[in-house]
């Protein structure tokens, strides 16, 4: 039985649902299930990082780009279009990124009489295979594969042209201008299935947020800020208004830092050295969450 509390970040709650299911099946892999779960525990766990990242770069945004009388009572409304574009990209990108694109296959190909490799499946398996064990022996791998792929969602999102920077050009260029577009209300944002449940420790510890969504499983992440509110802006005459060119020339700057400010929120260290990304490693509880899929 899941036990159930609720955990803040920063700013925002979000809600996020744990479900450890236990199954009497051998498995010789990791599968259906516990690909979708160790999936959407990375997602959850990059809920903080990501978050923090994005602020950042919002809080750039409008002390760069905007006038003070026109800059929004909660900067990160200016970034909006990319955490609903993350959404919608992540999970997918991040399952093929780590099966079957690196982890795959089951560990007894490695075996010249067909028998699983000492410590193969579990619970440590020294040959890149699909199995838990594999991905606990090569996690380090694993971390950095995790990073990469989010750094790489991130930075396509902003790209300049791309439809998420345009969406947030016509918000900026709208801010400056001080129009209020009303974007969605968190109501709208938070539109979450049925079946979420509230968020759950993995047994306390240092564990950041695991995400892992009860059945039925919808490719999607799960990430949601659902203390967006309506975006309002301070209606004076603004000394200085910049003009379209460089509010998108100071835009394209300041979103192509995205890669860069996520590995600080990451600790740096981008490698798949024991101690490398320690802000985004979660190593002994994601251990024993891997392993609890036999």
């Known amino acids: 039985m899941a036990i159930v509390c609720r955990i803040r970040s920063s700013k925002f709650l979000w809600g996020f649902a744990f479900l450890l299911s236990a199954t009497t099946s051998n498995v010789l892999a990791c599968e259906g299930e516990c690909i979708v779960a160790i999936t959407k525990a990375f997602l959850g766990n990059y809920s903080t990082p990501v978050h923090d990242t994005l602020a950042n770069l919002a809080s750039q945004i409008s002390d760069q780009l905007l006038p003070p ?21 992540s999970y997918d990108s991040l399952e093929n990124a780590i099966f079957p694109s690196y982890f795959h296959g089951k560990c007894q190909r490695f075996s010249k009489d067909g028998q699983d490799p000492p410590g193969c499946p579990n619970p440590d398996c020294p040959v890149v295979c699909g199995t838990p064990g594999s991905l606990v022996h090569f996690y380090s791998t694993l971390r950095l594969i995790a990073f990469n792929d989010t750094r790489t969602v991130l930075e396509k999102l902003v790209e300049s042209g791309s439809p998420t920077f345009n969406q947030i050009l016509q918000q900026v260029k709208d801010a400056s201008q001080g129009y209020d577009n009303n974007l969605k209300s968190s109501s709208t944002l938070d539109n979450g299935s049925p079946d979420d449940e509230p968020l759950s420790p993995l047994g306390g510890g240092d564990l950041l947020p695991l995400y892992v969504r009860s059945s039925p499983i919808k490719r999607s992440s799960g990430f949601r800020h659902p203390n967006f509110h309506r975006r309002t802006f301070v209606h004076r005459h603004a000394r200085s208004t910049p003009d379209s060119t460089s509010i998108n020339d100071g835009l394209t700057r300041i979103l192509q830092t995205i890669g860069s400010e996520l590995s600080t929120a990451c600790g740096e260290h981008v490698d798949d050295d024991n101690d490398g990304l320690p802000n985004c490693s979660w190593e002994t509880p994601m251990k024993s969450y891997i392993l609890s899929f036999p």
């Open 69 to 89: 009388s026109r800059r929004p009572n909660d900067p990160i409304t200016l970034v909006e279009p990319i955490f609903t574009a993350y959404t919608n990209s």
